[in-house]
């Protein structure tokens, strides 16, 4: 059926050099037929990693040159950024052909990419009944079910038995989903009573009744379902795919494990970066998108770093006199922000996998605090023994060895306690919790550092 | 076929409280009967869920009572370290018939939960084939595709028909693996010919020949691949399952999307987990494991922290003199530790996503650098600025600004550039780069900035 003897990649997906100067080439000299040609033999993801790697200008006019022969499976695998650049290019002829061969819930992402009064040109195009499916799609939520859902599925009738089944397939042929996994069992209302899984299905004699052999679904995923949820029950269930039904019971769509996997990436590369108070980030951004998506955040933190500054001119007299306090207060603010920045990525990684709920949180905050109590035992002892040696005042080792303790003891709890407070006030615990904990983290460990040298060594 | 008319599990895959209770109660009367029946009842990813919900003792309880009653399946869902204390205290039988009704993957996973000689006594209570595709399984480096792939799939040669084919798993029913979505063709020397997809498998006519709808396999995974490749590929080109060849090129395995979803999952925990500084984390650590995965790297930075500090004292005199140094010195180390934050955590999920090969890491570089210079020039003109206010010193001003700026550009290089050279050593980018990014970024933000000081003020 298929011939993919593709051209050669290295190891690792990645492009073969040589072959990218032929593509080059083969967009400079204008080559429609060698271009068309060999991006079909390929892996639709190969061939989009292909036209990726190509300079942005040569990529448009690629596609500019491809136009309608630019296959909607390659289209599909691009970028984000490199899709909805293609899908600006392409002419609406070839939109809607795109449109109508890909699965509704790959149509509905490249319908997301048009300008509202192009969508609609194009949507009036369609043939009726698939305009009305993607109208229907479109009118679902972002990040829910019923937008990553393909309305594209097998539902057969509960009374029908192994053979029936197969027969049915047979005569549906192409005309059936490229890809499913299992076969949905329904009633005459379109309510969802079972599933088949495939393998299960082949295994059983022709003549075996679907009722059965079916299992009961083990999600009840609706239209409203949250993607993190989906893709949460994907994981814990080891789905290959699941059925996705609407408010009233009824079978409406169809979820793949492949868009989860997306998904999956997509939340854990969001929480990363959060932590790390970036916004976005891409490899095709530009300088600009790259500013935008960091500069907020520090702008917050030159306000918050402030906050410190003026912690510290509070103490500018004993700094005056014992300088070595100016010498050494950086290290009580490094490693309280260390401990601290600890604490939140264990707390964020562990509220994402829904592992601090209930009674597992207060376990979860004692235990911060009773290794942020023993940590800080042994860091503050070696930070002043390190300040005995360097400054030979014991009073001076004291106090850094205490403020350094007290600065754990608050690092850890607001590690946990900041991005806990944030979930529960609706807030995704991932963004805006480091400037937090690292604001309090530093205004403690001056203060509690400044504020005992005061009252002992002065 | 099943029944699965659970217990009730409220939103989201929390045990429901009632339920709890209820657990433990008939762990507490010994009510084996109940708690068996129950249990199996339940999907074993929910049955393991309520088992961890249960406190540690009880849960051991549990698992005393059922001893061989306690369906593998559940046992291979609980998490790691209640599934390695529930097979420390499991009955060697009770162990031996688990490895024995679980799929290959699976029952190595328990092989490598028991201490060596244990390993050995129950192994030799096995049949002799079964042994032997175990150790064989345990052979394999950790984290490869050798180990991760069960041995059970299905494989039939390239002369057969659709109906042939059909007919042969109808004969081998529950002989067959619980869960597969494609069947291999292969040649009598077990070379892997091509794949054939159940979907298309179904909707061929009985006559039609393997040979004409399978395709050639998308990927090419050894015993030997890394799982993180493997977990790329499956990604990349959307699979629910995939082939495993030995060296030599033949069939000997099939890695299913869940247990990839898995590796996947853990594979940014890790990597969210490095960047912090964190080693290891689970719900279920103890105390002492929580600091064990910390104080490491804390050790570490106590050290890096005082280089901060000796450069500091280098400058002891200028602190001495002009004490606005010390109040302001900690605001150009946390804003230039934020900035190089950012540019780590952009780097090393690029890194993760291969994003950052060749050509792309040159361009990665100068953007980063381009984008710190502009968020440099910006945040350290709203530094000098605040400094100008505060302080009404010209000259103080303008050094933080230019300090600011300065270690904004070092931040962003050293944020790019530490993760590709660690990259480049063979070492995992996102381990240890934190330290060395923020190590270097505080000894640049002091030495720019009191050096500067000096030069300028004194």
Redo the contacts between chains.
């Keep these: 059926?298929?011939d993919?003897?593709a051209p050669p990649l290295s190891e690792?997906?990645?492009t073969d050099p040589v072959f990218l100067t032929d593509l080059a080439d083969a967009v400079d000299e204008g080559d429609i037929r060698w271009l068309s040609r060999t991006l079909k033999r390929m892996?639709p993801?190969d061939a989009a990693d292909a036209l990726e790697a190509l300079p942005y200008d040569t990529f448009e006019e690629a596609v500019e040159l491809l136009g309608g022969e630019l296959p909607p499976e390659i289209l599909i695998e691009l970028r984000d950024s490199y899709r909805e650049g293609a899908v600006e290019m392409l002419p609406d002829t070839a939109v809607a052909q795109a449109l109508d061969e890909l699965d509704s819930d790959d149509a509905t992402t490249i319908l997301e990419d048009l300008e509202e009064d192009r969508r609609e040109r194009i949507l009036e195009d369609l043939a009726p009944v698939d305009r009305a499916g993607l109208e229907r799609s479109l009118a679902f939520e972002e990040e829910t079910a019923g937008r990553l859902m393909q309305t594209e599925f097998v539902a057969v009738p509960e009374f029908w038995t192994v053979g029936q089944t197969?027969d049915h397939?047979?005569n549906?042929?192409?005309d059936?989903?490229?890809?499913?996994?299992e076969i949905y069992v329904i009633d005459p209302g379109y309510r969802l009573k079972g599933i088949v899984?495939?393998?299960?299905?082949?295994?059983?004699?022709r003549d075996t009744g679907l009722e059965?052999?079916?299992?009961?679904p083990?999600t009840e995923l609706n239209t409203s379902t949250d993607q993190e949820?989906v893709a949460?029950?994907?994981?814990?269930?080891?789905?290959?795919s699941a059925p996705v039904t609407d408010t009233a019971g009824r079978l409406v769509g169809m979820i793949?494990?492949?868009d989860?996997?997306?998904v999956?990436?997509s939340e854990?590369?969001e929480?990363?970066?959060a932590?790390?108070?970036?916004s976005s980030?891409d490899?095709s951004?530009?300088?600009f998108e790259?500013?935008r998506a960091?500069?907020p955040?520090?702008?917050i933190?030159?306000f918050?770093?402030?906050i410190?500054?003026a912690i510290?001119?509070v103490f500018?007299g004993a700094?005056?006199e014992v300088?070595a306090?100016?010498?050494?207060?950086?290290?009580v603010?490094?490693?309280g922000?260390?401990?601290g920045?600890?604490g939140?990525?264990?707390a964020?990684?562990?509220i994402a996998?829904?592992?601090?709920?209930?009674a597992?949180a207060r376990r979860?905050i004692l235990?911060?605090f009773?290794?942020a109590a023993?940590?800080g035992l042994?860091?503050g002892a070696?930070?002043g023994l390190?300040a005995l040696f360097w400054f030979a005042d014991t009073g001076l080792a004291l106090v850094i060895a205490i403020a350094m303790f007290g600065t754990f003891l608050w690092a850890g709890l607001s590690g946990i306690l900041v991005p806990l407070g944030l979930k529960r006030l609706g807030a995704d615990p991932a963004v805006a919790s480091s400037v937090f904990v690292?604001t309090l983290t530093?205004v403690m460990a001056?203060f509690s550092f400044l504020g005992l040298a005061t009252i002992v060594l002065l």
Tied chains: 1, 2.
Excluded: C
């Design positions: 059926m298929t993919t003897s690792q997906g990645k892996h993801a197969i397939a047979r549906l042929g192409t059936l989903p490229e890809v499913f996994y899984s495939l393998a299960s299905l082949l295994r059983q004699p059965d052999i079916m299992h009961e083990t949820d949460f029950q994907f994981q814990k269930y080891s789905l290959a793949t494990v492949d989860m996997v997306d999956m990436h854990h590369s929480d990363l970066l932590l790390s108070n970036v980030a490899a951004d530009t300088v790259t500013v960091r500069l955040w520090l702008a933190n030159l918050t770093a402030f410190a500054s510290i001119s500018e700094i005056e300088v306090l100016a010498i050494l207060m950086p290290v603010a490094a490693l922000g260390n401990a920045s600890q939140l990525a264990v964020v990684r562990a996998s829904r592992q601090l709920d209930g597992s979860a235990k911060e009773m290794a023993f940590n042994l860091i070696g930070v390190i690292l530093d001056f």
